[in-house]
């Protein structure tokens, strides 16, 4: 039985967006009354010395002209509706061909009448402003220049010449700030840029806050350019990270927002959980010794901590029935490991959601108009995939998704993504064989795509899905401290998931370039994964950069 799904964005056009204001975005669903406890949903989150709050409605002050070619068009807008003690920090911006949606903070002094040193509060007016550049008489972009000892943190878009007044913004004590770099490129003139911007520093122990506003430049600002970057983010300097959610809050989210997650109806190796992949067969081998060792179903035997040194590995048995059934998996058993951590300096909660299957299948290939699926290439023993929610600690409000393929992967902003009719729980499609995560169903080409060559990743619909808002643990949430939650053995261990074994591929890799056009052949190698050539396990969660970083695109 297939679960209906709504998608929100389905429809808009660039044209439309050319012709009218953006349309604010809003979830499908009305949103839940959140469990109490902690600073999670209240509106307003402190960073120390001062408190911020999230505002999302704005006053339109210039769009550029028609978008030609590669040039994209953009908005400008102001904040309004700042509530009274705040100040504003700076202007927002966006493309024109997505819905409204974004934000920017505004601040105050978190104790504006107990201030340590009235000469150095944590917000100042700046001294004046910078013209940083200006469009045929009918926008200016405005810097502020900060006091010594402070930093600004956003731009101010005027619609007429003159100098902006300094009580419009204000700019941070530079002890509360940490340096930022160019995010997203919104708009470019000419030799006038326009990006978004986020912290240098990304991660679970990083606290370095996202503004919401953008930087501009007649300069290189890339990211290898952050010398020349005149704008900084905000820091959160409070240990308590008041704003995350409590327990009963986390699990509160997962129910109203864990995805439903499809596997492909051609699907042969289907997930599993950890103790049925343990309780039915999987063997734990050691470096030097010929046999491998049952594994109880709670992995406590498996060696913990360390690092993959290659002195221990996971393995199926040798036993054909017993290999081909732990291959196949066991989708009833399945269910989602969520990891919970703090994002963009406890501003954002990422809810991580990792899926493992015991095997990834063979790979099938896409060149020009052929496919091709391959006997051997790309199969491998454990499979641990993922996809992260992310959540705005301000109200609960669902904000992004990152969908993990393989050894990148990207996010997708909540307008863009696919729901369970009548609910806010977004769509995961999983690819024949190979598990990687997708938003909408399709064929998802890995490789080259404008030569037409690679790895097919096919995603589809089937009676084959895992409901993760009601199949999943907890498995971590570091920031709750020791003991909240109880983790998993096998969580800490740290070797491969499966063995590492280079095949002769050469049948196979000849058949392949057998079909490609004769300028091509000598670039066998750079036109598809180096994984297809033979198998390696991954390691499990907690050895991935992401488990403590941020999402790697």
Not at 129 to 140: F, G, M
Not at 403 to 408: K, L, N, T
Not at 504 to 516: F, R, T, V
Request: charged content about 20%; glycine content about 10%.
């Amino acid at each position: 039985m297939f679960c209906d799904c709504f998608y929100w964005n389905k429809g808009f056009s660039e044209l439309e967006s050319e012709s009218s204001e953006s349309k604010p975005f809003s979830l499908p669903s009305p949103l839940p009354q959140w469990p109490q406890g902690r600073g999670f949903a209240t509106g307003r989150i402190s960073l120390g010395e001062i408190q911020v709050v999230k505002v999302t409605e704005f006053d339109r002050v210039w769009k550029c002209g028609t978008s030609r070619g590669k040039l994209r068009c953009a908005s400008f807008y102001k904040p309004v509706g700042i509530p009274e003690g705040f100040h504003c920090l700076g202007h927002y911006c966006q493309p024109n061909n997505q819905p409204l949606r974004g934000f920017v903070l505004a601040a105050r002094a978190n104790k504006p009448g107990h201030l340590a040193d009235d000469h150095r509060p944590p917000l100042k007016k700046p001294l004046n402003y910078s013209l940083v550049w200006s469009s045929d008489s009918d926008c200016y972009f405005w810097l502020p220049n900060p006091p010594v000892g402070y930093r600004a943190v956003g731009v101010i878009v005027t619609d007429g010449s003159e100098e902006p007044e300094v009580d419009e913004v204000r700019c941070v004590r530079e002890d509360l700030t940490e340096s930022c770099e160019t995010g997203e490129k919104v708009l470019g003139v000419g030799s006038f840029n326009v990006w978004s911007t986020k912290p240098c520093e990304r991660g679970i122990w990083s606290r370095g806050v996202e503004v919401g506003s953008f930087v501009c430049s007649t300069n290189d600002l890339s990211s290898d350019n952050k010398a020349a970057m005149n704008i900084a983010c905000l820091k959160n300097l409070d240990p308590s990270l008041q704003g995350m959610p409590n327990l009963d809050q986390v699990h509160a989210l997962i129910h109203h927002y864990g995805p439903m997650v499809y596997f492909h109806p051609e699907e042969t190796y289907m997930p599993s959980s950890v103790p049925w992949f343990f309780k039915n067969g999987a063997l734990l081998h050691r470096f030097g010794k010929s046999q491998g060792e049952p594994i109880n179903s709670a992995g406590s035997n498996l060696p913990a901590g360390g690092e993959n040194d290659g002195s221990f590995w996971i393995d199926l048995p040798e036993d054909e029935e017993v290999r081909s059934n732990l291959k196949k998996g066991n989708i009833e058993s399945s269910e989602l490991y969520v990891h919970v951590k703090p994002a963009l300096g406890g501003i954002f909660t990422d809810v991580v959601m990792w899926i493992f299957c015991p095997f990834n299948g063979p790979a099938t290939l896409k060149i020009g108009l052929l496919t091709v699926p391959m006997n051997r290439l790309g199969e491998h023993v454990g499979d641990w995939e993922h996809f992260t929610f992310r959540i705005s600690n301000f109200n609960g409000d669902l904000t992004q998704m990152f969908f993990s393929q393989h050894s990148g992967g990207g996010w997708v902003d909540v307008s863009d993504l696919e729901f369970v009719k009548g609910s806010n729980k977004p769509v995961v499609y999983s690819s024949k064989h190979g598990h990687a995560s997708f938003p909408h169903p399709g064929m998802y080409l890995q490789g080259p795509s404008k030569l037409g060559i690679g790895v097919r990743n096919d995603v589809a619909k089937s009676k084959y899905m895992v409901d993760s808002s009601q199949r999943y643990r907890i498995v971590a949430a570091e920031y709750l401290g020791e003991g909240a939650v109880s983790e998993p053995y096998w969580l800490q261990f740290m070797r491969e998931w499966g063995p590492t074994i280079v095949y002769d591929s050469a049948a196979e890799i000849n058949k392949i370039i057998d079909l490609l056009p004769l300028i091509l052949r000598y670039s066998f190698e750079s036109l598809f994964p180096i994984e297809l050539y033979g198998e390696e396990g991954p390691t499990g969660p907690k050895e991935k950069d992401n488990w403590e970083g941020d999402e790697i695109c």
